[in-house]
């Protein structure tokens, strides 16, 4: 198993560019988030899926949106990239049965707006 | 208040000293714990779950207190290779993942 994948591991973007960071995992995972960490912030939750076909927001959900058309992908996608939205973006999966199962990450996308 | 707070360190400590790392939280619904180790630069990886009673993994151990809404993690005869930041993550009602901010730990020759 490869677990959660996440592409591109760097990127840089000019203000009011679009983007979609990739998400796949193949552990057939219900729950997948996403999640951005900043310095003194800790991480922070943007959206989640708890499958197929449902999403939801996060704590910090402007400025992106998610699908999930199957259980593998999880894409989040920038509309319109600000410098506040400059992070490193973690995608997560875990199963849903069992809520005491911890998250799996990806490595990670380092994400810079100019 | 935050809800998940965790002392941000750095904790700079001697190879095989031993080092206790607290975080509180908030909500009082809370009903799993972790902690999450994440080398710089890398993701996230599962240290270990927190469970009621206590538990040790080698030489880790945590332990919670419902009661003064706190867990702990606790690192024996500390290795070189333990040196990262430490993550206090609860989850709480609808299934929400807190994490705290995470305790920067360094070990030194």
């Known amino acids: 198993n490869a677990g959660v994948t996440q592409t591109p591991k760097f990127q840089v973007l000019k203000t009011g560019q679009s983007m979609t960071l990739q998400c796949a995992q193949d552990m057939n995972h219900e729950y997948m988030s996403w999640y951005r960490q900043d310095p003194g912030m800790g991480l922070r939750l943007i959206h989640y899926s708890v499958g197929a076909g449902i999403t939801d927001q996060g704590e910090v959900p402007n400025g992106y949106n998610v699908s999930r058309s199957t259980t593998e992908d999880f894409p989040l996608r920038l509309l319109s990239a600000a410098p506040s939205q400059t992070s490193v973006y973690f995608c997560?999966?875990?199963?849903?049965?069992?809520?005491?199962?911890?998250?799996?990450f990806g490595d990670g996308t380092r994400l810079s707006i100019l | 208040r935050k809800e998940v707070e965790q002392d941000p360190g750095p904790f700079n400590v001697p190879e095989g000293a031993t080092v206790a790392f607290n975080c509180t939280y908030s909500n009082s619904a809370s009903q799993s714990f972790f902690w999450y180790r994440q080398d710089c630069r890398k993701e996230p990886k599962l240290l270990m779950s927190v469970y009621s009673s206590g538990n040790e993994d080698g030489r880790f151990t945590a332990q919670l207190n419902r009661a003064s809404q706190y867990i702990s993690l606790l690192i024996r005869d500390s290795k070189l290779s333990d040196s990262a930041t430490y993550l206090c993550v609860v989850r709480g009602g609808g299934n929400k993942l807190t994490f705290g901010t995470g305790t920067q730990l360094k070990v030194e020759l």
């Open positions: 997560a999966s875990r199963e849903w049965a069992s809520l005491a199962q911890p998250q799996h």
